[in-house]
């Protein structure tokens, strides 16, 4: 096996081994925050006309979730490599910056996706979420070419999410 492919593998077993805290708990956490939400402000808030609140909060619950426990993953390996003073066996082998790099993002990018799957797959179940992206130009309603310099410098394009929540049979 090669160092990427084992550190890799590590990373992987590290997370997995304990998937019941880096990856079920999240998803728990995520549809408890939909749950009451979405139940307390449900009919107080429309965001677009037609759009329900919790279809609304159910794409932002799945990218939070999949930065937030990407980002926790390689973090907490890395600090508890440091702490447990295991750091040094990763540190020793003839591993490039490249392969060692690419082994941590990769596994945190699984948890992620681990975890944003459960979240879209458990949120759905609350109702079909059909999400459609439409990219267009940044909106040129301002005022003076200074807000329209401002708008294109913040936002290069726009996102309309369009979800549709259809009561399951």
């Known amino acids: 096996m090669s160092g990427f492919r084992t550190l890799f593998y590590k990373e992987l077993l590290r997370f997995w ?8 708990a999240p998803v728990i956490t ?3 925050y939909l749950t009451i939400f979405g ?3 449900r009919g107080h808030v ?8 919790t279809s609304f909060l159910i794409p932002g619950l799945v990218m939070m979730s999949v930065l937030q426990n990407a980002f926790a993953n390689s973090s907490s390996s890395l600090i508890q490599s440091k702490i447990t003073g295991n750091l040094v066996f990763v540190l020793l082998p003839p591993l490039s910056h490249y392969e060692m790099f ?9 948890r992620g996706l681990a975890v944003g799957f459960g979240v879209e ?3 759905g179940s609350l109702g079909q979420v059909h999400v459609a992206i439409n990219y ?4 040129t309603a301002a005022s003076s ?6 708008q294109n410098r913040l936002v290069h394009f726009t996102i309309r999410i369009h979800a549709h929540i259809r009561r399951q049979n």
């Open 39 to 41: 139940h307390a402000l």
């Open 145 to 150: 070419d200074a807000d329209v310099r401002k």
């Open 136 to 139: 267009g130009a940044a909106n």
């Open 46 to 53: 429309e965001v677009y006309p037609g759009v329900g609140y």
């Open 30 to 32: 995520a549809l408890l």
């Open 121 to 123: 797959t458990d949120g």
């Open 17 to 24: 081994k304990v998937s019941f805290q880096t990856v079920l």
């Open 102 to 110: 690419a082994a941590y993002v990769l596994a945190a990018v699984a």
